[in-house]
């Protein structure tokens, strides 16, 4: 009876389909009247040689619209097949069927990425909710500190109570910091209201406390120096004296590893160390299934587990299903999420690439299969041994847990020493990896920094297919980043590596196509080559502008036919962004924010971000990942939850930022006078509109620099280092345009 009910369900998103299809088929074809337009503009002044006319900004104010329309093309691949899912993991087989999963969960720096939240993370991973003995916790330490290392021998300590606490009042938020600051217990359930269970909440509510003082004198008595040059140090946390009164739990196994690191050798950031985990833990518990968890990503939802299993075991699904994404959702995002944080638009097109063989890979928060990252399909007893060492490393015993089923008995060991500890030092080793395949076609690839988008990539274009699942609970829940440098540096780092991704032989347009299926490969492109969108967001902040005070029109007049291709086609892209975030269940408002972070990050995070990953291919720069801060700065999440912009960023990221603001606010002044006094503002509308729009969706900008006295606004050093480079800018302008 079990079996003959689906495990899930899949939809496509009906109504979505009918308004992108129409969307698609309007705007595409006013797109081909823009062209069309534009190209017969160019060749009438080629052709009678009108000398009045300057064909630079209109070359490049095409040149703009052109790329943008390539752009909105590949985006076009998101739109063909939306789909949701559902799942009963009700309906699974008994526990003893289940298979065994790893669990891996990577830190590397204690200070910006605090203990207190790490170990929540690492906690909330031992309580899931599956069979312990099928569960297996790996943290990676990167930064190889003291403070990591005892701060897991603590939260061992602490676990032993909370996971017996969460089993017998089936507690659904199982992050301690998390449970204790949102109470779920105010729920009307009886379970909830029993003087037992509360007596037993404030027991553990003290013995948590005890941990996190606990913590704080690890913190204060160690050094948090995260060391680039030290040996490897794996270990499988046992009991210690735990203080728990009649201990019977069982417990999930728990291995802190911190690979070797070498200052001369590369070691390839997370991918590397997700590599070292998928090596020891192949030795230890080996799992056909990882989690894959960022150290701020906690599980908020203990199900998530049986939920992945839901695809995994469904016969109807095709065995190569590589992995199942669930969305990066975050409990830090405020009410206006002023930055845009949450990346709001960025899971719909997880969910639509769904239809199309699979969403992508997004770093953190998903179940991925084994066999998929070893690139293995049907390895057999009888292989041959030299071409899978040269594939795999020379480690026999890694070579051996490559068959498919393959139990070790390290866990057996009694006392996980001797022989078997030096072979997983040897796979923690930094040299591992040389002259093998792991990072190109095994295991998580190393050629972006961007190493989760890539791997996923590569997957697909192997066959791999997957899962993206956005259950109403989220699964996961991590700490977004809410200050605005942050937000920058962490963009342009993700962009240097689609840039990296997008020149090189990997690019989706050519690699994708012959392996994928073309709408998924446009899906890969789009994120890839939506870089290039810094240089129309350049040309159409400086162009139209200086033109419009040169009384130079690049667009129709209001009473030529084609005024309403262009005036449709701005009215369409902001309408189907509106319907885009009403039904996602925002409001307009969440649509200004939308629009003005588009631009400040086109205007520097693309900019710089491509900047670094050409200077990284031809080797001028080093590739870099330093993770994000993840400790909260009180005066700066103030303003963040308030709704307040906090401009304390480099200069680099505001100078151009506040150039262009001032550059359009002349602009449309001096336009506005001008046209009143010589009666061009037919021919200039569209040449008033754009400046006016970019002010007014940024007005915030303005306050920082003009209006605002605090700490948050625009340094006036800034300001004034800005209005010289408009300068400059108007100057040179002027130059180019008169002569
Ligand atoms: O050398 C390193 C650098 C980072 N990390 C870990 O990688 C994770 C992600 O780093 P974070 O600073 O949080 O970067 P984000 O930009 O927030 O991460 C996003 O982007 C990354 C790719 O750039 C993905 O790997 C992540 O999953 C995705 O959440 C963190 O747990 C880090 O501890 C390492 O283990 N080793
Ligand atoms: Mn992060």
Same mark, same amino acid.
């Given at each position: ?12 998103? %009906? ?12 705007? #595409? ?16 002044? =080629? ?19 052109? =790329? ?9 691949? /998101?739109?063909?097949? !939306? ?18 999963? &790893? ?60 996971? *017996?606490?969460?089993? %017998? ?136 587990? $049986? ?9 109807? @699904? ?18 206006? &999420? ?10 719909? %097109? ?6 199309? $063989? ?35 490393? !020379? ?5 051996? +847990? ?21 072979? =997983? ?67 342009? $780092? ?12 990997? +690019? ?35 162009? *139209? ?17 084609? /005024? ?16 885009? @975030? ?73 100078? !151009? ?13 001096? #336009? ?27 007005? !915030? ?25 408009? =300068? ?12």
């Amino acid at each position: 009876m079990e079996n003959s009910l689906c495990l899930n369900l899949s939809r496509v998103k %009906k109504s979505n389909l009918i308004i992108n299809k129409l969307h698609i088929f309007t705007h #595409g074809f006013a797109l081909l009247a823009l062209i069309y337009y534009r190209t017969n503009f160019l060749f009438q002044i =080629i052709k009678i040689e009108d000398k009045n006319t300057p064909l630079l900004p209109l070359a490049l104010v095409f040149f703009s619209e052109l =790329i943008l329309s390539f752009v909105w093309l590949l985006n076009q691949a /998101f739109q063909w097949n !939306p789909i949701s899912r559902k799942v009963f993991p009700e309906r699974l087989p008994v526990n003893d069927k289940l298979p065994s999963i &790893d669990v891996f969960i990577c830190t590397t720096n204690p200070i910006k990425e605090p203990s207190v939240d790490v170990m929540n993370t690492l906690i909330s991973a031992m309580a899931l909710d599956y069979p312990a003995d099928k569960l297996h916790v790996y943290l990676s330490d990167d930064g190889g500190s003291s403070v990591t290392f005892q701060a897991v021998k603590e939260a061992w300590k602490f676990l032993k109570w909370w996971i *017996p606490f969460c089993r %017998k009042y089936e507690v659904k938020t199982r992050c301690p910091v998390a449970y204790f600051s949102a109470d779920e217990s105010k729920d009307d359930n009886e379970k909830f209201s029993s003087t037992e269970f509360i007596a037993e909440k404030k027991k553990i509510e003290e013995k948590y406390e005890e941990f996190k003082r606990k913590l704080l004198k690890i913190i204060e008595n160690t050094s948090s120096f995260a060391s680039r040059d030290h040996d490897p140090l794996i270990q499988v946390i046992k009991d210690g004296n735990s203080g728990v009164d009649s201990d019977e739990t069982e417990m999930p196994l728990l291995v802190y590893v911190s690979r070797e690191k070498r200052p001369f050798h590369p070691h390839h950031f997370k991918a590397g160390a997700l590599n070292v985990l998928l090596r020891v833990s192949g030795l230890i518990s080996n799992s056909p299934y990882i989690l894959v968890l960022d150290c701020d990503m906690y599980c908020n939802d203990p199900t998530s587990a $049986r939920q992945a299993m839901c695809f995994f075991l469904d016969s109807k @699904i095709s065995p190569k299903l590589g992995f199942v994404q669930f969305p990066q959702k975050f409990h830090n995002i405020s009410e206006n &999420d002023i930055y845009d944080s949450q990346l709001r638009s960025v899971w719909p %097109k997880l969910e639509s690439m769904d239809g199309l $063989r699979g969403s992508i890979l997004a770093g953190t928060g998903f179940y991925i299969k084994r066999e998929a990252l070893y690139g293995t399909s049907n390895i057999q007893e009888d292989v041959d041994l030299v071409q899978l060492q040269k594939s795999f490393g !020379p480690s026999n015993e890694f070579i051996k +847990s490559l068959i498919l089923n393959y139990k070790p008995n390290a866990l057996k060991d009694e006392d996980f020493s001797g022989l078997l500890l030096k072979e =997983i030092k040897i796979l923690a080793s930094s040299s591992y990896d040389n002259n093998t395949k792991w990072g190109k076609e095994v295991g998580f690839r190393y050629f972006s920094v961007l190493e989760d988008y890539f791997t996923g990539f590569n997957l697909h274009c192997n066959g791999w297919i997957s899962v993206y699942l956005d259950p109403a609970r989220p699964c996961f829940l991590g700490s977004a980043t809410t200050n605005l440098n942050e937000i920058l540096v962490q963009y342009t $780092r993700w962009v240097a590596g689609l840039v990296e991704v997008a020149f090189s032989r990997f +690019s989706p347009l050519i690699y994708g196509p012959l392996r994928m299926s073309t709408l998924q490969s446009m899906c890969y492109a789009e994120f890839a080559y939506e870089f290039l969108i810094f240089l129309p967001i350049y040309c159409l902040a400086i162009v *139209p502008q200086l033109c419009l005070l040169h009384g130079i029109h690049l667009y129709p007049k209001a009473s030529n036919p084609f /005024f309403i291709v262009f005036s449709f086609l701005f009215l369409s892209s902001q309408l189907k962004h509106m319907q885009e @975030i009403f039904s996602t269940g925002h409001s307009i408002r969440t649509w200004a924010i939308e629009q003005r972070i588009w631009m400040l990050r086109s205007l520097t995070c693309y900019m710089y971000g491509t900047l670094n990953g050409i200077l990284e291919m031809i080797g001028l720069r080093e590739a870099s990942f330093s993770p994000t801060d993840k400790a909260v700065n009180d005066e700066r999440h103030k303003r963040y939850q308030m709704g307040i912009y906090d401009f304390q960023a480099s200069v680099l990221l505001l100078a !151009p930022l506040c150039t262009l603001y001032i550059l359009n606010l002349v602009a449309f002044i001096i #336009g506005v006078v001008k046209i009143f006094h010589i009666e061009q503002a037919s021919e200039m509308f569209i040449q008033l509109f754009i400046p006016l729009f970019g002010i007014l969706i940024n007005y !915030p900008l303005f306050e920082g620099m003009f209006l605002r006295k605090d700490d948050g606004r625009v340094a006036p050093s800034i300001t004034l280092l800005s209005a010289a480079i408009c =300068i400059i800018i108007l100057s040179f302008g002027s130059l180019v345009l008169i002569y």
